[in-house]
């Protein structure tokens, strides 16, 4: 039975998931093939499990993705404002950037190497990264055996000092932990979660009004700036449901952005933001409100208004110096190197210069920590195109291979499952790999699609005589 037996041309042609599928063959039917060739009595394989075989395709299918097929990708996206591109969510390395003009045409863009967006930890005025603050403690402090309360007033507001942060200092037991924020008056209010032993203070003259408290971040990792966080007050929480109400509206909270209260677990983070219309618990009549739904339902303070700051913090760190000042700055190539347009000044002043800075086209660096493509200023709201390289193993419909390289993974398949057999001598090895590498030195070869009249029109135009 043909191949196209059961397909007639109608189907073909109407169905616009079929249309070029012929050239490929799926991941299943090669290891079926794989199976039919190689495995079974007086082959070379007597038994092996069909999920075995099934990883050593993958594998095969993804180390040809790389250098082999033609598994290049694009995406094609409006640099925003931010100058910044997500990779793709398939996206192993990049093959080409370049933006896009009027025409249609791509401009190539350059990596630059001489910037990056590295992290940025907070550090106080002695360049440790911790929160030294100056803080007043409530209660007694001078009588001995008496507890000196759970509230510490600091000197100054600190943004960065979050829920659940361990707390170090004259009179705080070991363990404690912010428990609550609060912004009184421009300056910080921290509730903690035991309250402090005075009892360690043993000079009757000393008050805690002058001592020093030491913040430190509760997972183990340095303190970082947040990129946005938004103070919030008057805020009701719903007895066993997992959201916040507000009888004004509020604009600048985002999806995503964390929590930090001591009414809520840590690691509370927004999943929506919705209206609340008509009468509100806490707006009275008629107003427009704002619904803040969360991740995790209260643990403390349901059913009564919130008078204490809430605090929401942006995920994402604030941006790093060295990407601020990146992404304002003008470009070099832009700065009084070219005259009227011109490119390339008549009286040689840049004569000797790098090419690949010889150009106007714009820079890039990739952050794969955060998973960003950062651009250059020149190149803001214009179309990007990133060229790029997956493995071919993203969804089912990627796993297909191309019958010019179908041997090629057989081959491929073959010396790899025999490599981790034993009794196998070296000769055999020798032999599957020898296999193994002429099988994809043909497949690349039958791939690179080199036509003869293609590459004699490029011949001519190199002044090369060809004959015919």
């Known amino acids: 039975m043909g191949l196209l037996d059961n397909q007639t041309q109608r189907r073909y042609y109407a169905d616009e998931d079929r249309h070029g599928n012929y050239q ?8 079926n093939y794989f199976q039919i060739s190689y495995v079974g009595e007086d082959k070379l394989i007597p038994r092996i499990k069909r999920a075995d075989i099934a990883f050593h395709a993958q594998r095969a299918l993804q180390e040809l993705s790389f250098d082999t097929f033609k598994s290049v990708k694009s995406q094609e996206i409006t640099l925003p404002a931010t100058l910044q591109m997500i990779l793709p969510h398939d996206y192993v390395n990049y093959t080409k950037l370049s933006w896009v003009n009027g025409a249609g045409i791509k401009h190539t863009l350059y990596p630059t190497s001489k910037t990056s967006n590295p992290h940025n930890p907070y550090q106080n005025s002695d360049g440790g990264f911790v929160i030294k603050v100056i803080g007043t403690g409530t209660g007694n402090p001078g009588t001995v055996g008496t507890d000196g309360g759970s509230e510490l007033t600091l000197d100054d507001q600190y943004n960065n000092i979050l829920v659940g942060m361990d707390v170090e200092g004259p009179g705080v037991v070991p363990g404690t932990k912010v428990y609550g924020h609060d912004i009184v008056d421009g300056v910080s209010k921290i509730t903690l979660t035991h309250n402090l032993d005075t009892t360690s203070i043993r000079n009757d003259t000393l008050a805690l009004t002058t001592l020093e408290y030491t913040f430190i971040s509760g997972n183990g990792d340095l303190i970082t700036m947040p990129k946005a966080q938004v103070f919030t007050e008057g805020g009701e929480i719903q007895q066993n449901e997992a959201w916040v109400e507000y009888a004004a509206v509020q604009t600048d909270i985002k999806v995503g952005y964390l929590i930090s209260n001591e009414y809520f677990p840590i690691g509370t983070y927004v999943i929506g933001i919705g209206d609340t219309l008509g009468t509100s618990a806490i707006g009275g009549t008629g107003g427009i409100g704002t619904r803040i739904f969360l991740s995790s339902k209260p643990t403390d303070g349901i059913g009564k208004k919130v008078n204490k700051e809430i605090v929401f913090t942006s995920p994402t760190p604030a941006d790093s110096d060295a990407w601020s000042k ?21 009286d040689g002043g840049r004569y000797g210069l790098n090419p ?24 803001s709201g214009k179309t990007i195109v990133l060229d790029y390289i997956s493995d071919s193993l993203g969804t089912d419909s990627e796993m297909q291979v191309h019958k010019f390289a179908e041997e090629a993974m057989y081959k491929h398949m073959l010396c790899s499952i025999m ?20 099988a994809v030195r043909t497949a690349k070869l ?8 293609e590459l004699t029109q490029i011949l001519r135009g190199k002044s090369k005589h060809i004959k015919h």
């Open 419 to 438: 490599s981790g057999r034993a009794n196998v001598g070296r000769n055999q090895l020798a032999y599957y790999k020898k296999e193994k590498f002429a």
């Open 24 to 31: 490929f063959t799926s991941l299943d039917d090669i290891i």
């Open 446 to 453: 039958r791939l690179s699609n080199i036509k003869l009249e």
């Open 326 to 346: 990146y992404k304002s700055a003008t470009p070099s190539e832009n700065q009084n190197d070219y005259q009227d347009d011109t490119y390339w000044p008549i």
């Open 356 to 379: 690949q800075h010889a150009q106007a086209n714009g820079s890039f660096y990739i952050d794969n920590a955060l998973g960003k493509i950062h651009f250059s200023s020149n190149i």
